[in-house]
């Protein structure tokens, strides 16, 4: 055999393989994804419920979202995390000074902007310090929201049902995300956008909710759910857990979210996903954008690499959740592979079409007719399907031609993510971990000076440092402030009664 010969016959099986993987890989999320049900509700009035609001710079939006959290969540109690941000962040947050369940954290420059897993740490620690010594952290539940989302008004009844917190066995739940512009009509902004606009947002709405959640609920099965940035709830005594041997919760990697999964996973908790509740943020609608995010996303999965060995040789992680971490840990390197491997393939093709008798139409009638339903096959066919899973379980308004034309341009989309991992690995290899917030559409050109909120009561300029608290449930922090007056009823939160009111509004300079 040719050299020849030996090289195309590689090529042929390395671009066979990689085909039939990732439709192999398509064809079981989908089964799994179509086999879900859904679960009841339970009743969260026996958890406390935390919500932190990470914030830089998200003046146009963050008033929007804190009061809706207010008016839709009684329960709760929001933290603002204010990341040394120059445009008015805390001026709209000041218009809560009067509200007793809205606490703002305010990080200062060079400390701030360290990454979004410094800030919720530093909310973490906040939390900790503020909750009475013999509060029942297990029953005390963290969430993680955007500046620029709506949470599902019933997401803490289905968050705890027996199959999420209900169950003492799972210590973090992840809901299901949505794009805000594709919410019912009371949640989605009003803003004028373009044709290409919409499409983008009605792309990102649909790989949410359809890929993403089928990929989801494969993890259910083999128990290896991912945490997402925005939608993400966790057990306080799990958080806790991870501080004692790790030092914080949240770690330094871009995709800070799936590396707190893996934590949970190391230290023996279940994490689960909450396709019966949703949480809707404010879609990309221009391509720059939009790259930049999934450059960070890819770079944040690279990043976290470096876990792999820990989860192979993990004893609390089972086979089918080490299959699934590892395949989800190598997806960009494939990726990169696959660009290569696919590029060399049309070039070979291209080859081969110039070189034939007759050009185009001798190659067509010599064999290469079959080319154009291999691709349809195995290239346009895995994307395109999930219009129509879109279609039927999401969006049943929309009609079957555009539920196809929206797969075959989720096909197109595709190659974005393609270009985001070539642009991570760049950054790999360039030792660079920095990133820029992406500005809004609806942010003004010039930012206003910041305005400091004042809270009507004080605390210390610079706090002592909060250690992370033992198994034995000591914390660390003031021990004469009481629990939210909503939660008095609940034995395991109560404590001692005092005349001390908790702050209004709580500023903490890191």
């Known amino acids: ?94 218009a809560f000074a009067d509200q007793p369940r809205v606490h703002v954290i305010e990080r200062q420059l060079p400390d701030a902007r360290q990454g979004k897993g410094a800030a919720l740490n530093a909310a973490w620690r906040r939390i900790e310090q503020w909750l009475p010594a013999n509060a029942d952290r297990t029953r005390v539940i963290v969430g993680v929201l955007d500046a620029d989302s709506r949470l599902d008004p019933q997401g803490p009844v289905a968050l705890s049902g027996r199959q999420y917190f209900g169950g003492e066995e799972v210590g973090a739940v992840q809901v299901e995300v949505r794009m805000l512009q594709c919410a019912p009509r009371r949640y989605a902004p009003t803003t004028e956008v373009s044709g290409w606009g919409r499409l ?169 007719w079959g080319v154009p339903p291999l691709v ?17 379980r999401c969006e049943p308004q929309l009609s079957v031609t555009r539920a196809l034309l929206l797969g075959v341009c989720h096909w197109l989309y595709s190659y974005a993510q393609s270009l985001a991992v070539w642009l991570a690995f760049a950054r790999m290899v360039t030792a660079r971990t920095d990133w820029q917030k992406t500005a809004r559409a609806a942010d003004p050109p010039t930012p206003p000076a910041p305005v400091r909120a004042v809270g009507r009561v004080a605390v210390p300029a610079q706090p002592r440092r909060v250690q992370p608290p033992r198994r034995s449930g000591r914390a660390d922090g003031p021990r004469s402030i009481r629990p939210p007056r909503h939660l008095t009823h609940l034995s395991h939160l109560t404590t001692t009664p005092t005349t001390t009111d908790r702050p209004t509004i709580a500023h903490v300079r890191k």
């Open 1 to 94: 055999m040719s050299t020849e010969t030996q090289s195309l016959a590689l090529l042929n099986t390395a671009a066979f393989l990689l085909c039939v993987s990732f439709c192999a890989y398509v064809l079981s999320i989908l089964v799994f994804h179509l086999k879900s049900r859904r679960s009841r509700g339970g009743s969260p009035d026996g958890f406390d419920w935390h919500i932190i609001v990470p914030c830089r710079n998200e003046a146009s939006v963050v008033g929007g979202t804190v009061r809706r959290l207010l008016s839709d969540f009684p329960q709760a109690t929001v933290w603002c995390v204010d990341d040394a941000s120059d445009d008015g962040t805390l001026a709209e947050l000041a």
């Open 376 to 392: 349809l096959v195995f290239g346009v066919g895995p994307f395109a399907l999930w219009g129509i899973v879109y279609r039927s």
């Open 200 to 368: 983008l947002i009605r792309l990102q709405d649909m790989e949410f909710r359809a890929p993403i959640a089928a990929m989801q609920s494969l993890r259910r099965r083999t128990g290896s759910v991912a945490m997402g940035g925005n939608g993400q709830f966790t057990r306080l005594s799990l958080l806790n857990e991870i501080a004692d041997e790790h030092g914080t919760p949240w770690h330094g990697a871009l995709l800070e979210d799936f590396e707190l999964g893996l934590h949970i996973l190391l230290a023996g908790g279940r994490t689960e996903y909450c396709s019966e509740s949703w949480v809707a943020q404010e879609a990309l609608t221009r391509i720059g954008p939009l790259v930049r995010q999934r450059t960070r996303w890819a770079q944040g999965s690279m990043q976290c690499g470096r876990y792999l060995g820990r989860v192979l040789r993990s004893p609390r992680i089972r086979n089918s959740a080490t299959l699934e971490i590892a395949h989800f840990l190598a997806a960009p390197w494939t990726q990169l592979l696959g660009t290569p491997v696919y590029l060399a393939c049309l070039v070979v093709m291209s080859y081969y079409i110039d070189n034939t008798t007759g050009g185009l139409q001798g190659w067509w009638s010599s064999g290469g």
